[in-house]
């Protein structure tokens, strides 16, 4: 619980934001590798750290249960869960179905602003790539996609997608050891970038769709090298669908 702790002075005490505190603290520790699979955690012990009552710990515990991030064993614990690569598919099945709305869109109306806030993020992951700073590179990453729905009006679509993307944000946490070049990833934002600037919809869609399946062929190795932080896909899911692949 250490690298929760040190978190610990970061709450406020206001009506009702406890709880969200908590869940995104403990969220991002389990995303990042800070707690990795088997980590038992203590409703009390956190409760004492943050100096909170059990209610906010316990309504955090239940959203990250409900993620599929923790598993609550009554009388047992509650302990961090594997990564599900079945829930990896799933989650980037659905997230491309959103994103090619929010990208076609984006294109046919080439928002105001939008051009300049891709570039500058782009520019920013180039600068994080550089330094080696991996949490700084993904912040961006997920800035850039948010980017896209916030500057079409569709904020909603990325809050939907960040409650279903839990298992696909801890693997793109560990694949920066040998999965895809962090300059590919830049140039495949360039070519989505490009393509909404452009106003050509089909192009930005097609570059969004590259973009979202590298991690069907980055994940087999992923989860080889990292074999205590998978559970392996069910019967049938040991490669991904037809309608997942390229």
Same mark, same amino acid.
């Given at each position: 619980?250490?690298?929760?702790?040190?978190?610990? $002075?970061?709450?406020?005490?206001?009506?009702?934001?406890?709880? $969200?505190?908590?869940?995104?603290?403990?969220?991002?520790?389990?995303?990042?590798?800070?707690?990795? %699979?088997?980590?038992?955690?203590?409703?009390?012990? !956190?409760?004492?750290?943050?100096?909170?009552?059990? /209610?906010?710990?316990?309504?955090?515990?239940?959203?990250? /249960?409900?993620?599929?991030?923790?598993? #609550?064993?009554?009388?047992? +614990?509650?302990?961090? /869960?594997?990564?599900?690569?079945?829930?990896?598919?799933?989650?980037?099945?659905?997230?491309?179905?959103?994103?090619? @709305?929010?990208?076609?869109?984006?294109?046919? =109306?080439?928002?105001?602003?939008?051009? =300049?806030?891709? &570039?500058?993020?782009?520019?920013? /992951?180039?600068?994080?790539? &550089? @330094?080696?700073?991996? %949490?700084?590179?993904?912040?961006?990453?997920?800035?850039?996609?948010?980017?896209?729905?916030? +500057?079409?009006?569709?904020?909603? &679509?990325? =809050?939907?997608?960040?409650? !279903?993307? @839990?298992?696909? *944000?801890?693997?793109?946490?560990?694949?920066?050891?040998?999965?895809?070049?962090?300059?590919?990833? #830049?140039?495949?934002?360039?070519?989505?970038?490009?393509?909404?600037?452009?106003?050509? %919809?089909?192009?930005?869609?097609?570059?969004?769709?590259?973009?979202?399946?590298?991690?069907?062929?980055?994940?087999?190795?992923?989860?080889?090298?990292?074999? *205590?932080?998978?559970?392996?896909?069910?019967?049938?899911?040991?490669?991904?669908?037809?309608? *997942?692949?390229?």
């Amino acid at each position: 619980m250490s690298a929760v702790a040190s978190r610990a $002075p970061a709450l406020a005490d206001t009506a009702g934001a406890l709880a $969200p505190q908590l869940l995104r603290l403990l969220r991002d520790s389990i995303v990042q590798g800070e707690m990795p %699979p088997g980590t038992l955690l203590s409703e009390a012990e !956190i409760a004492r750290r943050f100096g909170v009552s059990r /209610q906010p710990v316990r309504e955090a515990f239940i959203k990250l /249960q409900e993620s599929g991030l923790l598993s #609550i064993r009554p009388q047992r +614990g509650t302990v961090v /869960q594997r990564i599900s690569m079945d829930a990896v598919y799933d989650a980037r099945f659905v997230r491309e179905a959103v994103e090619v @709305a929010v990208v076609r869109e984006a294109a046919a =109306t080439r928002p105001a602003g939008l051009k =300049t806030r891709l &570039a500058a993020l782009i520019a920013g /992951q180039e600068q994080a790539a &550089a @330094a080696g700073d991996a %949490p700084e590179f993904l912040r961006l990453d997920e800035a850039f996609h948010r980017a896209m729905a916030e +500057g079409i009006g569709r904020s909603f &679509a990325w =809050t939907a997608l960040e409650a !279903i993307k @839990a298992q696909m *944000d801890r693997v793109r946490f560990l694949s920066f050891e040998g999965a895809t070049p962090l300059p590919e990833l #830049i140039r495949q934002h360039r070519a989505i970038a490009a393509g909404i600037a452009a106003g050509a %919809p089909d192009r930005a869609e097609a570059a969004l769709r590259a973009h979202l399946r590298e991690i069907l062929s980055s994940l087999p190795r992923i989860a080889a090298a990292h074999p *205590d932080y998978f559970e392996p896909a069910s019967a049938g899911r040991t490669t991904p669908r037809k309608e *997942d692949a390229p």
